[in-house]
């Protein structure tokens, strides 16, 4: 093989898997938005299982770290064996499939890293989160401050920037409220900033 296709072939290879963590990111991030706008703890099953967690982790942001790596990913697991059992019957299984999901399964882990200190996540994954490989804690701090209300996706530090500066969330829900009526949830610490201000 010449220099020059093995080049191609590696720069291939690279550009497939930064395609993956992108789409994997945009995934992540669709969910979450669901959850933080329209899911209510209320609701069967899921409500317990996802909101309730998901809103504790907005009034305690370090709460879930305690959490091990099977229950902040359990159900990702499930759903993703679906997902590839599903695409394997099909004719559909590829690598770039199982590389989004494994993405997605893990997603839970690499947001716990966006709220652990230098010390607790130790030199290599500091370097990941530094070199901007996945989400840092500085990128993620945006979720958590102001309104609550942007940068959902938390793998990677690239889909962001472009899906807020898209206006894609509040395109979203601007849809979802002219074909439905519904409003999306506020956060309820912006609510009672919000109570407090008036
Ligand atoms: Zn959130
Ligand atoms: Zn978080």
Known sequence: MSPLILSLAVLRIIWRVTLCFLIADLIVGLVHWLEDGYGSPDWPLIGAAVIAPNLLHHAQPRAFLAKSWWR???LQVVAGALILGTAALVGWFSAELL???VLVVNANEIHKWAHRTRTENGRLIT???EWKLIQGRA?????HGGERNSH???VTAWVNPLVERVGLW???ERLITRLTGTLPRI????LARRARAV
């Open 72 to 74: 902040s990913a359990d």
């Open 99 to 101: 590389l989004i999901v």
């Open 127 to 129: 370097f990941l989160q």
């Open 139 to 143: 990128h993620h701090g945006r979720h």
């Open 152 to 154: 959902y996706c938390s």
């Open 170 to 172: 509040r395109g979203l």
């Open 187 to 190: 956060d309820p610490a912006v």
